[in-house]
C-alpha cells in the first residue's frame, strides 16, 4: 500500500467490542437527560400551559419550587434513568455500525468502479466518503432513532404525565405505568410514536449532521478534544431544538392528554391552533433550546469521553 491508514478513536473500528459501544451510549444518554431534566419539566408545564410561556426560566422554577416542593421539576426522573440507558446504548450502536456499513458500501462501490482502470492496491487514488461527512451522519443518525425511540417513547409518555402532574397521587412510575395501561391501554404507550418519528428524524438529521460538520471545522485532526466535541454538540442542539419546536409541542399534547379528543397529529395540531393560533407551537421554546445547548453538549462529550477511554 502507497500509504499507512491510521486508524483513530472517531472511526470505531471494526473489532471494537458490542459492550463499549453500548456502555458509551448509555452513559451519554443517562447524562443528557438527567442533569438538566428540570428544565425539561419547565418546558413540558409551559407547552401545557402549566406554566406561562412568557415567564422565564428561572421566574417558572422558582413558581413551581415555592408551589410543590424543590421536588417537584425532578419528578419523573426514574423513567428517564430507565428508558435512556438501553434506548441510547441502541442509538450510538445504531448510529456507528450504519455509518460504517454505508461507509463499507461506498467504499466497495468506488474499488470496483475503478477496478478496471486502476490497480486496486493502490488506494490513495480513490476518493473514500468520510464517516464525519454531514450526509453520512444524518442518514446513520436518522436510522438511529427510529430504533430508539421504539424503545423510549413509552418512558417518555410516563416522564412527561409526571412532569405535567396529571395523577397528584401517583409518584411512583411503576404505579403511573399500571394506572396508564388500566384506564387507556397499550395504545397511550405509543400514541406518540408517529409524531415523535416526525419530530426526532429532522432533529437527528439536523442533530448529527450539523455535529460532525461543526466537529469537523473545530477538530480537524480528530483527537479526543473534549472543548470541541462540547461546543459542536451545543450548535448541533440549539439549531435542531430550535427549528422542531412545533412537532415537539404536538408530541407533548399528545403525551400528556392536555387537549381533550387529541388523538392523532392532525387533531392535536389543530387542538393547539385553536387554544393558541400560531403562537401555540412555539410554547417552550426557549427552555427547549436552553435545555438542548448543554444536554446536547453533555450527550455527545460523555459520549467521545467514554469511547475514547472504554476503546
Known amino acids: 500500500m502507497s500509504q499507512t491508514l491510521e486508524i483513530d478513536y472517531e472511526a470505531l473500528p471494526d473489532n471494537s467490542p458490542l459492550v463499549c459501544q453500548l456502555l458509551a451510549g448509555a452513559f451519554a444518554g443517562i447524562s443528557e437527560h438527567t442533569i438538566m431534566f428540570p428544565i425539561d419539566s419547565i418546558k413540558t408545564r409551559m407547552q401545557t400551559l402549566k406554566l406561562s410561556s412568557k415567564d422565564g426560566i428561572i421566574s417558572s ?16 426522573v426514574n423513567s428517564v434513568i430507565l428508558g435512556a440507558g438501553p434506548a441510547h446504548a441502541v442509538y450510538y ?22 477496478n478496471s482502470t486502476s490497480n486496486i492496491n493502490d488506494v490513495s487514488n480513490f476518493i473514500v466518503t468520510s464517516e ?43 404505579k403511573l405505568s399500571m394506572h396508564i395501561y388500566r384506564t387507556e391501554g397499550l395504545r397511550a404507550f405509543f400514541i406518540s410514536y408517529p409524531t415523535t418519528l416526525i419530530l426526532s428524524i ?26 470541541a466535541h462540547c461546543i459542536a454538540g451545543g450548535i448541533s442542539g440549539a439549531f435542531a431544538a430550535a427549528i422542531t ?12 392528554k392536555s387537549i381533550p379528543n387529541a388523538n392523532s397529529m392532525i387533531t392535536a395540531a389543530r387542538g393547539l391552533y385553536l387554544q393558541g393560533g400560531i403562537s401555540s407551537f412555539v410554547r417552550g421554546i426557549k427552555p427547549r433550546v436552553v435545555f438542548n445547548v448543554p444536554a446536547t453538549a453533555i450527550s455527545w462529550t460523555a459520549y467521545e469521553m467514554a469511547k475514547a477511554y472504554l476503546l
Open 61 to 76: 422554577f422558582s413558581k413551581v419550587s415555592a408551589a410543590e416542593g424543590s421536588l417537584a421539576l425532578w419528578r419523573g
Open 93 to 114: 450502536m445504531v448510529f456507528e455500525s450504519t455509518k460504517t456499513a454505508l461507509c463499507n458500501n461506498l467504499l466497495k462501490s468506488n474499488l470496483n468502479n475503478e
Open 132 to 174: 464525519k461527512h454531514p450526509l453520512i451522519a444524518s442518514v446513520s443518525g436518522v436510522a438511529a432513532t427510529i430504533t430508539s425511540d421504539a424503545l423510549m417513547t413509552p418512558f417518555d409518555v410516563i416522564k412527561q404525565r409526571m412532569q405535567n402532574n396529571n395523577v397528584h397521587s401517583i409518584t411512583s412510575t411503576f
Open 202 to 227: 429532522p432533529f437527528a438529521a439536523l442533530n448529527f449532521g450539523i455535529y460532525e460538520f461543526a466537529s469537523d471545522r473545530l477538530n480537524p485532526d480528530q483527537h479526543y478534544n473534549p472543548i
Open 245 to 256: 419546536t412545533p412537532l415537539d409541542c404536538i408530541k407533548t399534547v399528545l403525551q400528556t
